[in-house]
């Protein structure tokens, strides 16, 4: 484990402040973590500085065995566990009954209906009784991205959402991955920068966006799953 460079390191405690803040502000405070690489900086702030906000991560069913372990070992490391949810069976079997086993590929409305039964579903279970949910976006990963605020008002979930890495770049990142030796999912190792559900996610070739290897068959507007909405300005309004 080395020092971060002075730059970082105010980044760092600037996200650090601002989960804090958070904690006070809101009491109840969650963080949704999808184990890509925000989330290891995340979890490693969570854990060692603002410990009182809840680490839960949703297993869609479908994820890649590598993000498995990565759990296991995020826990191992810390002593301490990810809360695990996982979609309701009856809703994956209907939605499955109805389209197929791999039916998400036949057109976005199908894909939007797996989202949201593997995955915003089980969302909303864990984030019911918290006041704020923490996520690892940043402006540069994407144009709809770009019009998040650090805190906001989510008016689909109905809780504030807090993103403490708004201003970091890609290189921040793994700059401090790689100063405090931290786990992330060896996936990443292998040109995946954007891990998911297993069957939609896919290596990508250098210099393509790093998104591009979502639901890759979709256009590039719509991939999102529904936790961070395609129209940023019009679905998540200031604090009421």
Request: net charge neutral.
């Amino acid at each position: 484990m080395t020092e971060l460079p002075p730059a970082l390191d105010g980044l760092a405690a600037r996200s650090v402040d601002a989960l804090r803040d958070a904690v006070v502000r809101h009491g109840k405070v969650c963080y949704a973590s999808s184990l890509g690489p925000e989330s290891i900086v995340l979890t490693d702030m969570i854990w060692m500085q603002a410990p009182s906000i809840e680490i839960f991560t949703v297993d869609t069913g479908r994820l890649y065995p590598q993000s498995h372990e990565l759990i296991e070992r995020l826990q191992h490391r810390y002593g301490r566990r990810i809360k695990i949810y996982s979609p309701e069976a009856t809703a994956v079997e209907s939605w499955i009954e109805r389209h197929g086993i791999n039916g998400f590929r036949d057109g976005r409305e199908q894909r939007l209906g797996c989202c949201a039964a593997r995955k915003i579903a089980p969302f909303r279970r864990a984030v019911a009784g918290f006041s704020a949910w923490v996520t690892g976006i940043r402006t540069d990963q994407s144009a709809s991205r770009a019009l998040a605020r650090s805190i906001e008002w989510d008016d689909i979930h109905r809780l504030h959402k807090v993103s403490p890495l708004l201003d970091w770049r890609d290189t921040d990142v793994w700059a401090y991955i790689h100063a405090r030796a931290l786990p992330y999912h060896r996936l990443h190792d292998a040109g995946y920068p954007s891990i998911g559900c297993a069957p939609c996610t896919r290596a990508i070739q250098p210099g393509d966006d790093p998104r591009s290897g979502r639901w890759w068959w979709e256009e590039g507007s719509s991939r999102e799953c529904g936790l961070h909405p395609r129209r940023l300005d019009a679905l998540v309004t200031a604090e009421p």
